[in-house]
């Protein structure tokens, strides 16, 4: 994690009020159903501070879904991860990854993967934004073919 930076888990959600991101419907969804998404999947979340402000954040849990091709379950889930608009380009989108990588593999659980459902946002007259980019340059592969009827895909990332 970059240096001026610090992660504490999250257990009262007050500081989403203020967070913004560039994706309207993602800062929407931030603003209005954030919280009980993350209760109801039963999340770990975690906020990135940047002193008092929050800079980002991220919600993990455990992926039952992903087998890998030995039909072994040992993956951790990146619910949610989003970077406010002020602290996005510089660095901490991968180094957030990098974080979430080392929690995997050094904790109670040793996770052999990473997934995500990488958003894709293609309305051309609201809105056009993607994670997917930004998880291939963290090295994620994808884990299925796109299907432009989904909002998401499932991307992977091999950690042990």
Same mark, same amino acid.
Request: net charge negative.
């Given at each position: 994690?970059? =240096? =001026?930076?610090?992660?504490?888990? &999250?257990?009262?959600?007050?500081?989403?009020? +203020?967070?913004?991101?560039?994706?309207?419907?993602?800062?929407?969804?931030?603003?209005?159903? &954030? +919280?009980?998404?993350?209760?109801?999947?039963?999340?770990?979340?975690?906020?990135?501070?940047?002193?008092?402000?929050?800079?980002?954040?991220? /919600?993990?849990?455990?992926?039952?879904?992903?087998?890998? /091709?030995?039909?072994?379950?040992? /993956? *951790?889930?990146? $619910?949610?991860? $989003?970077?406010? @608009?002020? #602290?996005? &380009?510089?660095? *901490?989108?991968?180094?957030?990854?990098?974080?979430?990588?080392?929690? $995997?593999?050094?904790?109670? %659980?040793? #996770? @052999?993967?990473? %997934?995500?459902?990488? *958003?894709?946002?293609?309305? !051309?007259?609201?809105?056009? #934004?993607?994670?997917?980019?930004?998880?291939?340059?963290?090295?994620? &592969?994808? /884990?299925?073919?796109?299907? !432009?009827?989904?909002? +998401?895909?499932?991307?992977?990332?091999? *950690?042990?």
């Amino acid at each position: 994690m970059q =240096s =001026s930076f610090f992660v504490r888990t &999250l257990t009262e959600y007050s500081d989403f009020q +203020t967070f913004e991101c560039r994706v309207p419907s993602v800062n929407a969804f931030v603003h209005n159903g &954030l +919280t009980e998404a993350l209760i109801e999947n039963q999340c770990d979340t975690y906020g990135v501070y940047d002193g008092d402000k929050l800079a980002a954040f991220f /919600a993990l849990k455990k992926d039952e879904r992903f087998v890998d /091709a030995k039909g072994e379950k040992s /993956a *951790l889930e990146i $619910a949610f991860l $989003a970077v406010d @608009k002020e #602290y996005e &380009l510089q660095g *901490l989108g991968r180094s957030i990854i990098q974080e979430i990588a080392k929690m $995997a593999t050094s904790g109670e %659980t040793i #996770y @052999k993967y990473l %997934t995500v459902e990488a *958003l894709v946002i293609t309305h !051309p007259k609201k809105e056009r #934004y993607e994670a997917v980019s930004f998880y291939k340059k963290c090295m994620f &592969l994808q /884990a299925e073919l796109y299907d !432009p009827a989904k909002d +998401t895909l499932s991307m992977y990332l091999q *950690l042990v």
